[in-house]
């Protein structure tokens, strides 16, 4: 593993920050001159007002109508929000912005640079101070909400608080906040701030010798909140910083032992990938918080953009790609917690949109709470997100394998969703199924023309749910709804636009790929719903043509997001070299000096959004402010490892992604369907050793990586030699596979 990361001073940015993270708490730390900052986050201080809930009248046969009469009033009065213009109110729930702290290192110190420990979670800083370099070291608690801040001479400088109240521009005050309660004794202070209706938090910073103990804790007034704050910090207090990152260090030492380990020949994406891992730690980790978009690292000088909510028709998922390849299964299990104890609200709102009893419906953004965000119509009506999240808890129980949690969780949901697109759908009198209203995401916006029958990215979805649900009925030995099967052979798997030689996929029926978009939504047949088997003669040229047609609108309307989905896109195609470089081009252009993984472009001349030729020479008020997502860093690294291994319509491919030019590569521990551990080894683009661990009896379909005869080497058990595209292995639990080209 390569251990450490560096950044160079200046820092100028909250989100130029080197991250510490433990999925509720997080930190950004930056800063220039003699003043360290360190931004704190927190993901759940949500404050619940505003939003709207799912009202009787948003129902599927009032929409229909309305768009099919083109009844723009009538569609917008569907979807009314109540708060959006009431005084002293917010429009919707937000994550609200905690604050910062400044560490003033004296006159004459100046920030050098900052190192980053990936096995132990320590940041060290360096600096001068009268020409002479000086250390400090930063670490955060993994379970409870504390940072350490170590170094001689600590015990002496003076600290600054920066709630987020001074740095809002009386935003807060405007939806009825009140000031916070600043605390400043001789060695303790931090403020407490209260929320209009929720709990509020307090920030508490203690001086123990050259140690600073920083931490957060909520509650229903500033005493109790500053109370509770108090006591995590006498909680390490005696044992001092020293047992602190002992304490973080075996955490990490746990962690990284799960983790695949990766040697690229790329030197970026080797970063994106330790550094990627790192931070999805301190995103999700087990017990914490459920990924936001932002997740823990808020910044304190506005209200974060979109809410940091939770976004499901692509960002919620991307956050946690590096779940299933790297083996952190468990990393999954906040969100479903989350998702499943929205259950009565799942219902309600199934049973409000089309009538049905024990449906589910998740809306494309919403809150802690399921409240809906908005009146963006379209997503609140893309019932692809919960079939989505459907399609997540499906492969965390075959990935495990988990047959209890299926039975018990994902089956009961996957259900429940597929019956709300049942309702959504007709039969026609030949048989085939037809889905009158669809969306293909954000394409179109809310405009009354976003919308067509049998959008490609819902099909895809529906595929996949009658796939998934027919094979875990089979499992779990109860009968298959026989609707599920009639749907699946008698709905198409894609709206193709185009006859002949030009035939391709399109968003919808007579809808194509008409401009850049920044989501690759109809080409979710290939990704992530993998219900189009590209190596089927019958689609193979159909998804070429769609490919070629998607890269001929390019890339000017992306976001930072898009880049890893199309790396894997280009990944299932075989098309390694492009799945490297267009990982490459997120780096450089939707990440900032400080590795910050950014929304919009960095500088103008790829995408238009956030900036252009234009926007760039305006005033600066006329630009987008820095916009910081998590989703484009978790599915870079998730990019990274679908390159080395990915599955296809049931068949495992290893280093299909892998670029031909690259002179070698290797990996460790990357985790297929099944229970099963993948290590593998390439020179020149081509695999020279795989070898499968199962921790549980599996069956394997391998697309044979070398091309010829293989040489099957079984670890205490009987060698043998196959042939074939597809190599079929029967894998006992704790058995070593080795494979070789013969």
């Known amino acids: 593993m390569h251990k450490t990361a560096g950044w160079e001073f200046p820092l100028p940015r909250t989100h130029t920050g080197m991250l510490l993270g433990n999925g509720t708490m997080g930190a950004m730390v930056w800063g220039e001159g003699q003043i360290l900052r360190v931004t704190l986050g927190q993901a759940d201080l949500w404050d619940h007002r505003g939003g709207m809930p799912w009202t009787e009248k948003q129902n599927f046969v009032a929409i229909r109508r309305c768009l099919e009469a083109n009844d723009e009033a009538g569609l917008r009065s569907l979807f009314v929000t109540t708060t959006e213009k009431v005084e002293g109110q917010p429009p919707r729930p937000s994550v609200i912005p905690v604050g910062r702290v400044e560490l003033d290192l004296g006159k004459g110190a100046s920030l050098v640079s900052g190192s980053l420990c990936y096995e132990t979670g320590l940041i060290t800083i360096t600096y001068l101070k009268n020409n002479k370099k000086t250390t400090l070291q930063i670490t955060m608690h993994m379970e409870k909400n504390l940072i350490g801040i170590s170094g001689a001479g600590l015990g002496k400088i003076s600290i600054n608080d920066c709630p987020a109240w001074d740095t809002l521009n009386g935003q807060l005050e405007k939806i009825s906040f009140e000031a916070p309660v600043r605390k400043s004794e001789k060695t303790v202070g931090g403020w407490a701030q209260p929320m209009p209706v929720n709990d509020g938090i307090a920030v508490y910073h203690e001086i123990c010798g050259n140690t600073i103990l920083l931490t957060t804790a909520r509650g229903k007034d500033a005493d109790a909140s500053w109370a509770a704050a108090s006591l995590i910090a006498a909680s390490v207090k005696k044992g001092g910083f020293e047992a602190l990152t002992k304490t973080v260090a075996k955490w990490w030492k746990s962690y990284w032992k799960q983790s695949p380990e990766l040697e690229l020949p790329n030197e970026k994406l080797q970063f994106l990938y330790q550094y990627g891992m790192f931070k999805f730690a301190g995103l999700t980790r087990p017990g914490a918080i459920a990924a936001t978009l932002q997740g823990p690292w808020i910044e304190e000088y506005q209200l974060p953009p979109w809410s940091s909510d939770y976004h499901f028709n692509i960002n919620v998922q991307m956050c946690y790609w590096p779940s299933y390849r790297g083996n952190a299964l468990d990393h999954l299990m906040p969100l479903f917690d989350l998702v499943l104890g929205w259950e009565e609200t799942l219902k309600d709102n199934a049973k409000k949109f089309v009538g049905v009893e024990d449906g589910r419906l998740l809306p494309h953004a919403v809150d802690d709470r399921c409240m809906c965000m908005g009146s963006f119509w379209t997503g609140t009506i893309d019932h692809a997100c919960t079939a989505w999240v459907a399609q997540m808890m499906y492969d965390y129980a075959v990935f495990k394998p988990d047959m209890k949690f299926l039975k018990e969780k994902a089956y009961p949901f996957m259900v429940g969703t597929m019956k709300v697109f049942a309702a959504m759908m007709e039969k026609k009198p030949n048989g085939k199924y037809h889905l009158p209203v669809s969306v293909s995401p954000e394409y179109g916006g809310a405009n009354m023309d976003a919308w067509g029958a049998n959008s490609s990215f819902q099909l895809a979805a529906i595929h996949k749910l009658c796939e998934n649900l027919m094979a875990a009925a089979k499992s779990l030995k109860v009968k298959a709804d026989p609707v599920w099967e009639d749907i699946h052979a008698n709905l198409p798997k894609a709206s193709i636009f185009g006859e002949g030689d030009s035939a391709h996929i399109g968003l919808w029926d007579g809808k194509d790929l008409e401009e850049s978009h920044r989501h690759h939504s109809h080409l979710g047949g290939m990704y992530p719903f993998d219900s189009i088997d590209v190596n089927d003669p019958e689609w193979t040229m159909t998804v070429a043509r769609s490919i070629d ?162 040489k099957v080497k079984v670890k205490g058990g009987k060698d043998e030699v196959k042939k074939g595209d597809i190599l079929t292995l029967n894998l006992k639990s704790g058995q070593t596979v080795q494979l070789l080209p013969a």
């Open 549 to 710: 047609h998607w890269v001929g609108m390019g890339m000017g309307r992306w976001s930072g997001w898009c880049m890893p989905w199309a790396s894997i896109l280009h990944s299932r195609m075989g098309n390694g070299r492009m799945a490297e470089l267009t990982l490459e081009i997120w780096k450089r252009v939707f990440t900032n000096e400080g590795q910050g993984t950014l929304h919009d472009v960095n500088f103008p001349g790829l995408s238009l959004l956030g900036k252009s030729a234009a926007s760039s020479i305006m005033c600066a008020e006329g630009r987008r402010g820095e916009i910081m997502q998590m989703d484009a860093g978790m599915g870079a690294t998730g990019a990274i490892m679908e390159m080395l291994v990915q599955s296809q319509r049931g068949v495992l491919y290893v280093m299909r992604g892998v670029p031909i030019d690259w002179p070698t590569c290797s990996f460790k521990g990357v985790r297929a369907e099944g229970g099963v551990l993948v290590d593998g080894k390439a020179e020149k683009g081509r695999a020279v050793s795989v070898t499968l661990r199962p921790e549980s009896a599996a069956r394997v379909m391998l697309a044979n990586p070398f091309g010829g005869t293989v």
